[in-house]
C-alpha cells in the first residue's frame, strides 16, 4: 500500500539527474533528416518527471549526427601515422544520442544570444521563447516536449 508521500515510476518516466531539473533545458532527440517521419528518437527519454513536471522540454537532432573526435583511443596515437593523421588532425565520427542533440541547442542558444542580446542572464525568459518557437511533431508531449528547436522563429518572435 502506498502512502500519501509515494510516488509511482512506470517505465515511461526516464528524466532524471541532471534533466529533471526545473531550470534545465532538458533535450529530447529526433532523426536529423527526417524529424517529422520519425518523430522522437528510442533512446530518447520520456517524461513526466517523478513529480509529475512534463520533460522534454524540446528536440533537437540527435541521430546519426557527424560530430568532432580525436579519432584516438589513446594519447600515443595522436602521434605521426602512415595514414598522415597525426597530432592536431582534424577527424570527425558519426554518434547518436542525446547529447548530440544537446549540442544543437546549446549552438542555437549561442546564436540566439548573439542577436538578442538582451536575453544574456535570463535563462527562464530564453527557455520560453525557445520552446514556444518549436515546431510541434504531433507526438505526445512526454515524448517530444514542445517539438523542434526553430532557430529562426525564436529569432524572430521577439
Known amino acids: 500500500m502506498q502512502g500519501a508521500g509515494d510516488k509511482s515510476f512506470t517505465v515511461d518516466q526516464t528524466i532524471n539527474d541532471p534533466g529533471n531539473a526545473e ?4 533535450v529530447g532527440s529526433t532523426h536529423g533528416e527526417a524529424p517529422h517521419m520519425y518523430g522522437v528518437s528510442f533512446f530518447s ?3 513526466p518527471t517523478a513529480d509529475g513536471r512534463m520533460k522534454p522540454d524540446l528536440l533537437a537532432p540527435g541521430e546519426k549526427i557527424l560530430s568532432c573526435a580525436t579519432g584516438a583511443k589513446k594519447l600515443e596515437d595522436l602521434r605521426a601515422t602512415d595514414d598522415g ?5 582534424a577527424c570527425y ?3 547518436s544520442g542525446t547529447s548530440m542533440a ?3 541547442v546549446s549552438g542555437a542558444v549561442a546564436a540566439f544570444l548573439s542577436i538578442q542580446t538582451e536575453f544574456i542572464n535570463e535563462p527562464q ?7 514556444a518557437s518549436c515546431t ?4 505526445k508531449r512526454d515524448f517530444q516536449g514542445a517539438g523542434l528547436i526553430d532557430l529562426m522563429r525564436a529569432v ?3
Open 93 to 95: 565520427r558519426e554518434d
Open 23 to 26: 531550470d534545465a533545458i532538458t
Open 156 to 158: 524572430q518572435s521577439v
Open 102 to 104: 544537446a549540442a544543437h
Open 85 to 89: 593523421i597525426g597530432e592536431g588532425a
Open 45 to 47: 527519454s520520456r517524461g
Open 136 to 139: 510541434d511533431l504531433g507526438r
Open 125 to 131: 525568459r530564453l527557455k520560453r521563447v525557445l520552446m
